[in-house]
C-alpha cells in the first residue's frame, strides 16, 4: 500500500532514511537526461522513462531477494519530475546563452 508508513510510529524516520533520498537520488536524471538525449525533453517522456527505469530497478531487487516498494518508485518518479522541472526553469533562463544552446545541441 503507498505511503502506508505515514501511519507508523516512526514515519519521520521513513521520510528522512528512505524518502527524501529516493527523491533526491533521480534528481539529476531529470535534469541531465533531457540534456543529453534532445528526444527526452518533453515531460511525458521523461516521465515515462523514469517510470520505466525505477520500475525495472525494484523489480531487479524483488527478483534477487531485496524488497520491492511502491514508495520507491514514486519517490524516484517525484525525484526525475522535479529534475525535469528544473531542467525547464533553467532552460527558461539560459535559452539565449551561447554555451547553454551549445550543451543543448542547438548549435
Do not use: C
Not at 502506508?4 to 524516520?13: G, M, R
Not at 531485496?66 to 527558461?92: C, K, M, P
Not at 535559452?95 to 548549435?107: T, V
Amino acid at each position: 500500500m503507498p505511503f502506508d508508513w505515514l501511519n507508523a510510529h516512526n514515519s519521520t524516520h521513513m521520510l528522512v532514511t528512505e524518502t527524501i533520498p529516493n527523491v533526491l537520488m533521480f534528481i539529476p536524471f531529470g535534469i541531465f537526461t533531457p540534456i543529453i538525449f534532445q528526444k527526452m525533453r518533453k515531460f511525458y517522456r521523461i516521465a515515462l522513462l523514469t517510470l520505466s527505469v525505477t520500475v525495472s530497478i525494484e523489480t531487479f531487487q524483488y527478483f534477487i531477494g531485496r524488497s520491492a516498494d511502491i514508495d520507491d518508485v514514486l519517490a524516484n518518479l517525484l525525484g526525475g519530475i522535479i529534475g525535469y522541472g528544473i531542467f525547464r526553469t533553467a532552460n527558461l533562463f539560459l535559452e539565449k546563452r551561447i554555451w547553454w544552446n551549445k550543451l543543448l545541441g542547438k548549435q
